[in-house]
């Protein structure tokens, strides 16, 4: 029997992923455990910023048994600095599951993988179709781009019709030899060629199929959606120290609220000014006695909150033991998994 002909657009994106994709390290392997550890800490984040993680977090915890094993401090420490803290927490409650129900083997039913923690339709496809072989499609940012120029989809991605749309091409698309590399074609063609600023449709090994090209519309695809700006919220965070030099610590407490999940973190409270710092100052189980001295303010920006925090510094400080803070040294809170915030603030005060 004669073998059916590959659709010409399935084949020139293979080809591409052949001759063109960057060599990254997880493309490197077939060991499910990676690549979901990859694709998890590729959310959001650069491949540039990802490199920097990827090797160490693995050399720290090679298995699925190695990273359920780890406490949590151990595994918001490796994770520090990358940000969005919450997808580290349920990586970590994923992979515990997977070692609990199934032995530690990653299941390659997708239903199965799908119902595990922090393991949405994208990831779940990824893992399936890189791991497994399994025709299961993606659709992330660079695939829904690509997919809106090709089709000139002329709605933002984000609409649900409209995600409907693109996870039926995807899927349609997925069927057949490799789809492992069909679906990471698709990934880096959004990366390198069909990029959001300026697709460069001259190198594009599917303009002949694509209609923004075909329209010269690859300039307005995807339309954009109307974003929200970052909401300004005012807050007062405590620097209470004790001790000096070597030996000096710094009072932190573990932030469970949705900002800064599991990490620790200065205390902190909405407001401004002496007052609001004094109440939490109290609030917090720190003697009451001490003083509190302004130490400046700082920004700082996440994805939806604009934080203007005023600095108020607490020498002598000594949490009582009621409370939920806790003293670390100053010296080795890197290792602790601490919120970006609070090294800034260490930095600005030259601590
Ligand atoms: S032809 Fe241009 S717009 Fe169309 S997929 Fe290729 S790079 Fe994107």
């Not at 990831?123 to 399994?134: H, L, Y």
């Not at 934080?307 to 100053?330: D, N």
Request: with cysteine.
């Amino acid at each position: 029997m004669r073998a059916v002909p590959e659709p010409p657009m399935r084949a020139a994106l293979l080809r591409f992923y052949d001759e063109r994709a960057r060599d990254l390290p997880w493309r490197r392997t077939r060991d499910p455990y990676a690549i979901w550890v990859s694709e998890i800490m590729l959310q959001q984040t650069r491949v540039d910023t990802v490199l920097g993680y990827y090797d160490r977090f693995l050399s720290r915890f090679p298995t699925a048994g190695e990273l359920a094993r780890a406490s949590e401090d151990e595994v918001m420490a490796a994770w520090s600095g990358l940000g969005y803290y919450r997808r580290a927490r349920l990586l970590h409650a994923g992979v515990r599951e997977v070692v609990e129900r199934y032995g530690g083997q990653v299941p390659e039913e997708a239903e199965a993988r799908r119902a595990l923690p922090g393991i949405g339709r994208y990831t779940a496809g990824a893992i399936g179709s890189i791991a497994f072989d399994r025709a299961e499609p993606i659709v992330d940012g660079n695939v829904a781009r690509v997919l809106c120029r090709i089709h000139g989809i002329d709605q933002p991605p984000e609409r649900s019709a409209v995600q409907k749309r693109l996870w039926a091409e995807a899927e349609r698309l997925v069927q057949g030899p490799r789809p492992g590399e069909l679906n990471q074609a698709l990934m880096e063609l959004g990366a390198t060629v069909c990029t959001k600023a300026s697709p460069d449709c001259g190198r594009c090994p599917v303009r002949a199929h694509c209609q923004a090209h075909a329209q010269g519309r690859q300039a307005e695809l995807p339309r954009p959606r109307t974003r929200k700006a970052p909401k300004p919220v005012a807050l007062v965070a405590l620097l209470a120290t004790r001790g000096r030099g070597a030996g000096a610590q710094l009072v932190l407490t573990r932030g469970e609220g949705s900002l800064f999940g599991g990490l620790w973190n200065l205390p902190m409270a909405e407001g401004r000014g002496r007052r609001v710092a004094r109440a939490l100052q109290e609030q917090s189980g720190l003697a009451g006695t001490l003083a509190l001295r302004a130490a400046g303010e700082l920004e700082h920006v996440l994805s939806h909150r604009r934080m203007q925090v005023q600095l108020w510094r607490i020498t002598g400080a000594r949490p009582s033991a009621a409370g939920s803070l806790a003293p670390h040294p100053i010296a080795t809170v890197g290792e602790l998994g601490v919120s970006r915030l609070t090294t800034k603030a260490l930095e600005q005060l030259g601590l």
